[in-house]
């Protein structure tokens, strides 16, 4: 129901405005630690692990990246990991859903499983460097993601015609994906126009300052990662049978459901601002 939306997404932007707009890091660390976890479990479930396994996977991988935070820390000179990490997303997620529902299928659970678990990893410390840059930059990844999801959903319901994956998602159409790109589009120009320097850094003030075709380029980029990372969860949940990675969020699904397209934008997102 709507109202059931309204108030889950007021209530999760709440604790993340909260988390953010503390002076330390450690607030947004613990509430997206948390979070990453509930979706690592649902990830396990999603790939037919068992009740047990799948708390299991959800712990271990807490515990690994509070291992990390730890003895690394932010701080941590991380940039050539975010090169790495791009590269693979642009490798593996086509080469996913080209194979499609039957090529996932055929894969062993313990590749699903640590693949899943891997891309919540690395976007959560992705999510931590961007923290230490600025509000301006988490907030400039988050609009990117939610505003190419909203234009497409919309601009697909009006215009939409030719399907774009309709084995995996087929809702999602190609007039969808570019009504989200011309959104993006004047989202960054606005943005550099209108948000203020002394609110920090962004992602769209660093494309900017690249020129504008590399721009271009770099923001269509991120929004075709973004496509491929919702069409990848929509993928596994057709495997699994499932509309929705669970229903801990009413109104909404699971976590999931609301992380999958962030995913592997995030390493993209923070190689254009650390290079």
């Known amino acids: 129901m709507l109202w059931q939306r309204v108030l889950t997404a007021l209530g999760l932007l709440g604790l993340l ?36 396994v799948a708390v299991a996977a959800a712990l271990g991988l807490g515990a690994a990246l509070m291992g990390l935070w730890v003895l690394v820390g932010v701080d941590y000179d991380g940039s050539w990991f975010w090169p790495l990490a791009t ?10 859903l080209h194979r499609g529902v039957q090529g996932w299928r055929g894969l ?23 923290k230490t840059i600025g509000l301006g930059m988490l907030l400039s990844i988050f609009l990117l993601v939610w505003l ?17 994956a309709p084995t995996l998602s087929p ?6 994906v570019w009504s989200a790109a011309l959104a993006l589009l004047v989202l960054g120009v606005l943005w550099v126009q209108w948000w203020p320097a002394h609110w920090g850094p962004s992602l769209y003030t660093h494309l900017w300052q690249l020129g504008p075709l590399p721009a271009l380029a770099l923001l269509l980029l991120l929004l075709a990662l973004s496509v491929m990372g ?3 969860e929509s993928m596994v949940k057709r495997c699994a049978g499932r ?9 909404h699904g699971g976590l ?20």
């Open 230 to 232: 919702d069409l990848f």
């Open 108 to 130: 062993a659970n313990g590749p699903r499983v640590a693949l899943g678990l891997l891309l919540l990893g690395q976007a959560w410390w992705a999510l931590l460097h961007a």
């Open 256 to 275: 999931m459901d609301r992380f999958d397209a962030l995913l592997p934008v995030l390493p993209l997102a923070l190689w254009i601002v650390t290079a």
């Open 243 to 251: 509309k929705d990675s669970s229903r801990i969020l009413p109104g």
């Open 17 to 52: 405005l909260a988390s953010l707009w503390h002076s330390a890091d450690w607030p947004f660390g613990l509430l997206t630690l948390a979070l990453v976890c509930v979706a690592a479990w649902e990830w396990a479930r999603l790939c037919a692990c068992s009740p047990v």
């Open 87 to 96: 590269a693979a997303c642009l490798v593996l997620l086509p080469l996913l």
């Open 171 to 176: 809702g999602k159409t190609w007039e969808g």
């Open 148 to 164: 190419a999801d909203i234009s497409a959903y919309f601009g697909g319901k009006r215009f939409g015609r030719r399907k774009l």
